[in-house]
C-alpha cells in the first residue's frame, strides 16, 4: 500500500518520445496521486498503462483551462493533483502557467519534477552555444506576423530556439535565413528519443535550401546560433538562398527578400537569381 501524498500541486514533466526517459520519481508521483490534470487524457492513458497505474484524470487544456482552474486550485488544499502535458515539460508551449500562478496565490503546496524538454534536448544536439538561448516557442504561422516575430529577435545575443512542424519548415527556415541573416549559423533537430532522432546542422541559407522542398516527418525544433562577426555569405550560400528564396516567391521578391538579409545589392541579386531560374 502506497503512502498518501502530501497535498498540493506536483508538475510532472514527461518522455517527448522514449517511455524509459520517464523518471522513476515521475512515475511514483503519477501512480499516488488523487488527480491528474492532463493535457490530453487518452495520451496521458498511454503513460499510465506504461507504468502499470490507473488514477482519475481530469482534461487541462487551453479550451476549458479558465472553467476548469478554480475547483482545481479549490481541490489542492485536501488533495495531491498532478498536471502533466502530452510531452514533456508542462508550460513550455503548454498549458500551466495559470494554474501555478492561482495555486500559488491560494497558499498551496508546489512541487516540480524536472525531465524532458525538447527545447533543452535540441540545444545539447546542435553544438551551438548554450551559454545564453532564449526560448522563442512556436512562430507565427502567417507569413508577415512571422518576419515580424523574426525581426524582433534578430539581434538578441543568444541562441535561440524554436519548435516548428514538418510542413512549415521550409518556410520557417527562409524567413529566418531572411530575417536573422543567411550566414548564421543553425540545426534542426527532429525527433528526439525517438528511433529515426537526427539533428542536421549548417548555416540557415543551406537548412533554408535543403528543406525547400522537403517536409519531413517528425516533431522538429530550430536551433539558431548567437548574431556574431559571420563571415560575409559565400557565393554558395548565396546561391542556395537565392534557391530557397525562389521556391515561394517571384524573381524580384526573391532578390529583394536576399538583399534585405544579406545587406547585398540587389540588382546583382536580380541578375543571378535570373541565371539560376533559368
Ligand atoms: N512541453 C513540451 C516540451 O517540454 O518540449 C513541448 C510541447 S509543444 C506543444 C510540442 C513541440 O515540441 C513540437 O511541435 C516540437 O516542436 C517539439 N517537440 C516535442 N517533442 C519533440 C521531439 N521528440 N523531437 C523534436 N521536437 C519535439
Known sequence: MHEPLAPGLYIVATPIGNLGDLSPRAA??????????????????????????????????????DRVRPGLVARL?????????DA???????PGFKLVRDARAAGANIV?????????????LAGLPTDRFFFVGFLPSKEKARLESIAEIAAIRASLVFYESGPRLG???????AGLGAAREGA?????????????TGTLAELAARYAEDAPKGEIVVVVGPPGAAPRPQVDDLDALLRAALARLPVAKAAKEVAASTGLDRHHLYARALELKA
Open 88 to 94: 514533456g515539460t508542462p508550460m513550455i508551449s503548454d
Open 28 to 65: 511514483d508521483i503519477l501512480s499516488r496521486a488523487d488527480l491528474i490534470a492532463a493535457e490530453d487524457t487518452r495520451v496521458t492513458a498511454k503513460l499510465l498503462r506504461h507504468i502499470g497505474a490507473e488514477r482519475p484524470m481530469i482534461p487541462y487544456h487551453d479550451h476549458n483551462a
Open 112 to 124: 516540480t519534477l524536472p525531465g524532458p524538454c525538447a527545447a533543452v534536448a535540441a540545444l545539447t
Open 171 to 177: 518556410a520557417a527556415l527562409a524567413a529566418l535565413a
Open 77 to 85: 488544499a485536501g488533495e495531491a493533483i498532478a498536471l502533466v502535458s
Open 188 to 200: 534542426v533537430a527532429r525527433e528526439i528519443s525517438k528511433r529515426f532522432e537526427e539533428c542536421v
